[in-house]
């Protein structure tokens, strides 16, 4: 049962446009959600967080939305750079802890 | 600050073998946890660990097991495996248990 959800496995966006990225979630028990970006035959890495308590959290050129009545999240990437081209996970974690994270979405920037 | 460290990060196995994977969390950090992540996917949660306690498991079989150590390092062992278990094998650790955890950057498992 897949309880954090990204339906776009990939994505294409013109350098120095916005590249959205979108996740949805079914347990409304997650308070905590999270980005991150992939290379291949790498770790993921921590790209933003943002907690239940709010709706936007910014980081530079990365701003994440959150919507709790529609149980989703998105990801903002202005302006979008080709080194952005990555698989870009989201993930949600409630009060036990677990992480949970969507299948990813990959992003590629064309220069 | 080193980073969170995984050895080794290539391994070739038999079908049938058994396997450990090792991982060193940032130092500090208590919890540890392992993904399993295969093509199309994402990262399959297999098991957390906080303290040397096991938090909370995955959906695998009992073929995937780990521990933790007082260090904070932590082993994942597969026994008997089967050429599904093909994966790139992830390790995360985190400060609290509702912080960001960070990755170390696999251990590339093929059974052949």
């Known amino acids: 049962d897949q309880q954090v959800k990204q339906n776009s496995p990939s994505l294409s966006v013109q350098e120095g446009r916005i590249s959205i990225l979108n996740c949805d979630y079914t347990n409304s028990m997650f308070d905590y959600f999270l980005w991150y970006k992939k290379y291949p035959a790498e770790g993921p890495t921590f790209l933003i967080s943002?907690?239940?308590?709010?709706d936007k959290n910014e980081d530079g050129r990365f701003t994440v939305f959150l919507n709790k009545s529609a149980k989703h999240l998105s990801l903002h990437i202005v302006p979008s750079q080709p080194g952005d081209s990555a698989v870009y996970f989201c993930a949600a974690t409630g009060r036990l802890g677990q992480f949970y994270f969507g299948t990813g979405t990959s992003l590629t920037v064309i220069p | 600050k080193a980073g969170v460290t995984q050895t080794p990060r290539y391994l070739i196995k038999t079908r049938g073998q058994q396997v450990t994977l090792s991982c060193s969390p940032i130092s500090g950090h208590r919890s540890v946890s392992w993904y399993q992540q295969t093509p199309g996917q994402g990262l399959q949660f297999l098991f957390e660990y906080f303290s040397e306690t096991q938090r909370n498991k995955g959906n695998f079989p009992g073929r995937f097991s780990g521990r933790q150590f007082s260090n904070s390092r932590s082993e994942m062992n597969v026994s008997t495996l089967e050429l599904g278990d093909s994966a790139l094998y992830l390790c995360?650790?985190?400060?609290?248990?509702?912080?960001?955890?960070?990755f170390g950057q696999g251990t590339r498992l093929t059974v052949v």
């Open positions: 995360a650790s985190r400060l609290t248990l509702n912080t960001e955890a960070f």
């Open positions: 943002i907690s239940s308590i709010k």
